[in-house]
T-cell receptor, first 112, second 115 residues
Framework: KQEVTQIPAALSVPEGENLVLNCSFT??????LQWFRQDPGKGLTSLLL?????REQTSGRLNASLDKSSGRSTLYIAASQPGDSATYLC???????????FGKGTSLLVTP | DAGVIQSPRHEVTEMGQEVTLRCKPI?????LFWYRQTMMRGLELLIY????????DSGMPEDRFSAKMPNASFSTLKIQPSEPRDSAVYFC?????????????FGPGTRLTVL
């Protein structure tokens, strides 16, 4: 069974810092990996999707990388802002089926 | 498009009562997913549909849970009878599928409290 782990569980940084969130998964037979953002009391918003054949994806200040063979992904946030405060979840889709396996998330707080 | 719509947003009920959660996916999306989120277990997939047909219901915790998708624009998740351990946030998500992209779009969730 695919296990997805996110470290750290919580992170607090001052505004302007660059930061890295980590995601690891136990089964490298994945179709793709997604990073989501969840604000308190809200649903999830997809940030980046990396196909298994890709190494990274970028959107604005966000960059996600994927090393499928080692079962790792990172989400890099440049020049963090208080508006980035949220919980970030990664999810992997297996080669068969559409069921996503989610990590428990990293709760990020960016202080002014 | 208005995005994925879920109702009700909050539901408080007593143990033993029937609960029905509703979802309207994004028009044109072929896939619909029901998830449950708790502090202890995180986000778990309960069931998903492709073109209104249930494909994988292995995440449905027990027979008290049932889901239907009578047409492309509506799905329900029913719990009967409800128990306190069913308290969680239930999310519906939809996806266009391989042709249109794999990204799943989530609704705002229904926060269920069973007393």
């Amino acid at each position: 069974k695919q296990e997805v782990t996110q470290i750290p569980a919580a992170l607090s940084v001052p505004e302007g810092e660059n930061l890295v969130l980590n995601c690891s998964f136990t089964d490298s037979a994945i179709y793709n990996l997604q990073w989501f953002r969840q604000d308190p009391g809200k649903g999830l918003t997809s940030l980046l999707l990396i196909q298994s054949s890709q190494r990274e994806q970028t959107s604005g200040r966000l960059n996600a990388s994927l090393d499928k063979s080692s079962g790792r992904s990172t989400l890099y946030i440049a020049a963090s802002q208080p508006g980035d405060s949220a919980t970030y979840l990664c999810a992997v889709r297996p080669n068969s089926g559409y069921a996503l396996n989610f990590g428990k998330g990293t709760s990020l707080l960016v202080t002014p | 498009d208005a995005g994925v719509i879920q109702s009700p947003r909050h539901e408080v009920t007593e143990m033993g009562q029937e609960v029905t959660l509703r979802c309207k996916p994004i028009s044109g999306h072929d896939y619909l997913f029901w998830y449950r989120q708790t502090m202890m277990r995180g986000l778990e997939l309960l069931i998903y549909f492709n073109n209104n047909v249930p494909i994988d219901d292995s995440g449905m915790p027990e027979d008290r849970f049932s889901a239907k998708m009578p047409n492309a624009s509506f799905s329900t998740l029913k719990i009967q009878p409800s128990e306190p351990r069913d308290s969680a946030v239930y999310f519906c998500a939809s996806s266009p599928g391989t042709r249109g992209g794999d990204t799943q779009y989530f609704g705002p969730g229904t926060r269920l409290t069973v007393l």
